[in-house]
């Protein structure tokens, strides 16, 4: 079973921040990485696909970059509409989640 | 626009199998290139990802549940179904159904998402 470990699990940022999380793969899983962000009380909404490729519509801020085991999704510049919690998943065969990030305001 | 609506029993008694239904409207189920997936989120945890089929019919299992889940497709009414067998309390959720693109694409459709609670 491939594992993904997420840091860190808390971050506290400032609107205008750069923001970077980081997801670790237990294994090598190519580019086959995708990254959401979940308000509360709503379903998740997808960022980031294929480790790299921005979902229409998302703004440009969100990019995400690595493959095989270390990956990263960066936020550019905080915007007040980006506190939330983000995920990471693997997108083989057995596509998992990681353990989240919450983006909470300094 | 695709639009994904779960429906079910809220409320599921523990030993018993729960049940829910995801309609998808605004495109086809057996349309190619999507598999047709479910997740849980336990309340105030992360996502597990379930199980998904695919238009063909295959299915992929989370193998910590494989033993007691069952997602299955009925085309003519385009929606596919989650049956969950032997619940108990760990398995109180809000579940989502959703659809996935293609083999590297992520999960770009979610429905609102349903509680379901495990309580006798």
């Known amino acids: 079973d491939i594992q993904l470990t997420q840091s860190p699990s808390f971050l506290s940022a400032s609107v205008g921040d750069r923001v970077t999380i980081t997801c670790r793969a237990s294994?090598?899983?190519?580019?086959?990485l995708a990254w959401y962000q979940q308000k509360p009380g709503k379903a998740p909404k997808l960022l980031i696909y294929?480790?790299?490729t921005l979902q229409s519509g998302v703004p440009s801020r969100f990019s995400g970059s690595g493959s095989g085991t270390e990956f990263t999704l960066t936020i550019s510049s905080l915007q007040p509409e980006d506190f939330a919690t983000y995920y990471c998943?693997?997108?083989?065969?057995?596509?998992?989640f990681g353990g989240g990030t919450k983006v909470e305001i300094k | 626009q695709l639009q994904l609506q779960e429906s079910g029993s809220g409320l599921v008694k523990p030993s018993q199998t729960l049940s829910l239904t995801c309609a998808v409207s605004?495109?086809?189920?057996?349309?190619?290139?999507?598999?047709w997936s479910w997740i849980r989120q336990p309340p105030g945890k992360g996502l597990e990802w379930i199980g998904y089929?695919?238009?063909?019919?295959?299915?992929y299992y989370n193998p910590s549940l494989k033993s007691r889940v069952t997602i299955s497709v009925d085309r003519s009414k385009n929606q596919f179904s989650l049956k969950l067998s032997s619940v108990t309390a760990a398995d109180t959720a809000v579940y989502y159904c959703?659809?996935?693109?293609?083999?590297?694409?992520?999960?770009?459709?979610w429905g609102q998402g349903t509680l379901v609670t495990v309580s006798s």
């Open positions: 959703a659809r996935r693109t293609g083999t590297t694409g992520g999960i770009d459709y």
């Open positions: 605004g495109g086809s189920i057996s349309s190619g290139g999507y598999s």
């Open positions: 089929i695919y238009h063909s019919g295959s299915t």
């Open positions: 294994q090598g899983i190519s580019s086959y």
């Open positions: 294929a480790a790299s």
């Open positions: 998943q693997q997108l083989n065969s057995y596509p998992r």
